[in-house]
């Protein structure tokens, strides 16, 4: 796969569905992202065009065809607005909202530590993940390059998956599922194939939560192998040890959504909420 400092880069090609194509955003696991604009509307889109083997087969077409129409429905301002699924033999394309700023790994990289100005970004985040889980979805794949910022600065959650609360992997990832979620947010009970719940979206939160609070990864590992190892059996460092700029009560929340056992995580993104509130100087 292309490194992500290859990206944003010049289109391999002009046009895609009748968009005019203005710079690749990044290539992941199941397709390609474009910045594009509509010649007639001049409305400026993102267009995800999956890989050619993404599709499986007619029947799975169909039901990513089923699963887009019901994300259509859902409407949070932080989560991106998902438009049309364009498909014909050549290529399968999704439209969806263009978001005009960075990503939280730039935002990491670039700003300096702001407790409250985090706790923020936080409850936006959390805000759209509830309301995914309240809509029995899951995300599957939380990380800080899928927590987008408007150019206002407000929080828009980014590709999400269509599957249900279930476990059953429904459209956009394959059957496979732990393969396609970044190694370092996958939670442990995936990497054991148990049935994925919304628990696993807490656990991939809380890999999030460590890396923004402490400014490092909590399992500092160079193999796949080692990185699933950390997963199921090290806890980190509390993150207060590591930045004490991190309060305690803080690292405790973090801590407890790093638990193995999902029965000992939080039980929900309100229950979470609750503890954030708790936390000093939080806006929560």
């Known amino acids: 796969m292309s ?18 194509l203005q710079l690749a955003m990044g290539l992941g696991g199941t397709g390609t992202v474009y910045k594009a604009i509509h010649p007639e509307t001049n409305q400026v889109v993102a267009l995800k065009e999956f890989h050619a083997n993404f599709i499986r087969n007619k029947a799975h077409l169909r039901d990513m065809a089923k699963m887009v129409k019901k994300a259509q429905k859902l409407d949070h301002p932080n989560l991106i607005k998902v438009g049309t699924l364009i498909t014909n033999p050549d290529e399968n394309v999704l439209i969806l909202e263009f978001i005009d700023g960075p990503d939280l790994k730039w935002y990491m990289e ?3 530590f702001d ?32 927590v987008l910022f408007t150019r206002q600065g407000q929080v828009k959650l980014c590709d999400f998956s269509l599957a249900g609360a ?64 950390c997963h199921l059996q090290q806890m980190p460092l509390h993150p207060t040890d590591v930045n004490d700029e991190c309060p305690r009560l803080l690292g405790d ?32």
């Not at 407790?115 to 990380?143: G, P």
């Open 110 to 112: 670039n700003r300096p």
């Open 3 to 20: 490194s992500e400092k290859e990206y944003p880069k010049p289109p391999s090609k002009p046009t895609l569905c009748g968009y005019n």
């Open 253 to 284: 929340i973090i801590m407890k959504l790093l638990q193995k056992d999902p029965k000992d995580r939080y039980l929900d993104c309100q229950e979470l909420r609750i503890a954030l509130a708790n936390v000093g100087q939080s806006r929560i």
């Open 166 to 229: 279930g476990g059953g992997i429904l459209s956009f990832m394959d059957q496979g599922a732990v393969e396609q979620i970044t190694p370092l947010y996958v939670a442990p009970e995936l990497i054991r194939k148990e049935k994925a719940t919304k628990s696993c979206d807490l656990y991939s939160l809380g890999i999030m939560m460590y890396i923004m609070f402490t400014g490092q990864v909590p399992f500092g590992v160079d193999t796949l192998q080692k990185m699933y190892i």
């Open 115 to 146: 407790l409250n100005e985090r706790l923020v970004i936080l409850s936006q985040i959390c805000n759209a993940l509830s309301y995914l889980h309240d809509h029995k979805l899951i995300h599957h794949d939380l990380k800080p390059a899928n």
